[in-house]
């Protein structure tokens, strides 16, 4: 199995990975395709309009997570990773008024988000609970072209036809013969890290070099860090109102100028340390709550936990430098690819299990390496977060990520941190291996009611009815 470091953390805006930079990238996937010879146009037949519809769990929140707007945006040629948040509303307003979209290298089309962007309830695509169905038509209203696209979890899209070749584990098989690494599960893991003498990171990074120079690789983890940390100093700094008309108050600013004080004071403090982690994680995601610019690790509903522990690795250990960082992302995002690979990141297809519980498992791998743990050791922490997340539910109240979403991510940062020290403190030796917590994740969140899964019809969503 290889999955890139650079498909684990990407840049987009909030507030999902899921249910907002998905969508827009599957917008951008249909204009692409619109324009392409990928398939049979009639002769003589022009494009005309466009429609969407969305399904399953992208309809029961999407309009909360900001899924329409995605779409919107997608359409007109914006892309997740380079649109500036400042611009979104006007973008959408202008579309919304005119009813037409004019991407760049298209002729423009028709498209009126009030009839033909289509939040269905009622019939869920069969493939995965975030699905989505994409026409064309011409100016007669005939159907040229229909593609139905899944949002899968941490940004990743694919068509019906790429799932069906996930699911085989056909889509594995290429990708496999390419890295001298190919480990699928955390048992050869172990195994290749025992025969090459290699850390985690370094077996990770022989990976990434088939595809790229060790310089591109280094730029890379640095831009995913520089985000990553940039995100964090504007969550410190806003305050307000989060949108979405739950009126949470952000309080990462507030809480931050205390630490700070406190800081400067000596005053002792045995938990000084788990309220930085927490304000830096809460900063995070109120910056995903608002819609900012944010790092998929490995979902936006999660984005505060890697992070949080990295600013904490950093404030913390006088040893942190810039290679430890890059060495924290790359085994983070090894331990990442086993979770995604033989169970899920989507809270719509699994719980929040899958989005801060693997996040959390994550961050203590990341953490247990910096803290010179050895490749089992390292596995024991991811092992010891996830376990603790076994079971989560995905209700956030509203349809929007912000309850319980922000203070989960300074929950799963402080889990992180405990299980890398006490992963560290052993021998690596435990009772339940990381593959068996990942395939336990994958039964619950198979058994696990569908109301409990980012549809927002159970839990919190339904119980906290005063918010």
């Known amino acids: 199995m290889f999955l890139s470091v650079f498909d684990v953390f990407k840049i987009g805006v909030g507030p999902s990975s899921s249910h907002t930079m998905g969508p827009m990238t599957a917008a951008n ?12 146009r009639p002769a003589n ?16 929140t999407g309009i909360g997570h900001g899924t329409g707007r995605a779409v919107i945006l997608g359409l007109t040629g914006e892309r997740a990773d380079t649109v500036d948040p400042d611009r979104m509303d006007a973008i959408i307003e202008t579309v919304e008024k005119s009813r037409r979209i004019v991407p760049e290298g298209h002729p423009g ?8 962007l289509v939040f269905d309830k009622k019939v869920a695509l069969p493939g995965h609970a975030n699905g ?13 072209l229909t593609r139905i696209y899944y949002s899968i979890g941490g940004g990743f899209v694919v068509t019906d036809t790429e799932l069906e070749a996930l699911k085989s584990g056909k889509a594995d098989a290429a990708a496999l013969a390419k890295v001298p690494f190919p480990f699928a ?53 806003h305050e307000g109102i ?60 999660a984005a505060g936990v890697i992070p949080a522990t990295l600013r904490y690795y950093l404030q913390f250990h006088d040893e942190a430098d810039q290679n430890g960082i890059r ?32 996040a959390a498992a994550m961050a203590a791998a990341g953490m247990a390496a910096m803290l010179n743990g050895s490749p089992e050791q390292i596995e ?54 990381l593959d068996a917590c990942v395939e336990t994740m994958r039964q619950t969140g198979y058994d696990m009611s569908e109301k409990y899964k980012e549809t927002s019809t159970g839990g919190l969503a339904v119980n906290a009815v005063e918010c």
Request: proline residues 3%.
């Open 327 to 358: 060495d924290f992302l790359l085994t983070a995002a090894a331990i990442g690819g086993i979770i995604k690979h033989n169970a899920s990141i989507s809270g719509a297809e699994v719980g929040c299990q899958g989005e801060v519980g693997s």
């Open 185 to 237: 599960d955390a048992k050869s893991m172990l195994a290749m890290a025992s025969r090459s003498g290699l850390t985690i990171a370094q077996m990770k990074r022989a990976n990434e070099e088939v595809h790229m120079s060790t310089a591109e690789l280094n730029a890379g983890l640095d831009r995913i860090w520089d985000a990553m940390n940039s995100c964090i100093e504007r969550g410190i700094r």
């Open 29 to 40: 996937a249909f204009l692409d395709l619109i324009l392409s010879d990928r398939w049979p």
């Open 380 to 433: 024991n922490a991811a092992e010891i977060a996830l376990e603790h997340h076994l079971g989560m539910t995905c209700d956030p109240v509203g349809g929007l990520v912000q309850v319980p979403c922000i203070e989960r991510n300074a929950l799963g940062a402080v889990k992180a941190v405990t299980a890398a020290s006490l992963a560290v403190k052993g021998d690596g030796q435990h009772f339940v291996s």
């Open 45 to 60: 037949a022009h494009v005309a309009s466009i429609k969407v519809s969305l399904h399953g769990s992208l309809a029961f």
């Open 109 to 116: 089309y028709h498209f009126d988000p009030a009839e033909g």
């Open 242 to 301: 989060l949108p979405g008309g739950l009126k949470v108050r952000r309080r990462a600013a507030n809480i931050h100028q205390k630490l700070e004080n406190e800081w400067r004071s000596n005053r002792p403090n045995p938990v000084f340390a788990n309220d930085w982690l927490s304000v830096y994680a809460m900063a995070v995601n109120e910056e995903n709550a608002a819609g900012g610019r944010i790092v998929t690790a490995p979902t936006n509903g």
């Open 132 to 144: 989505m169905r994409f026409s064309a038509l011409d100016a007669d209203g005939r159907q040229l």
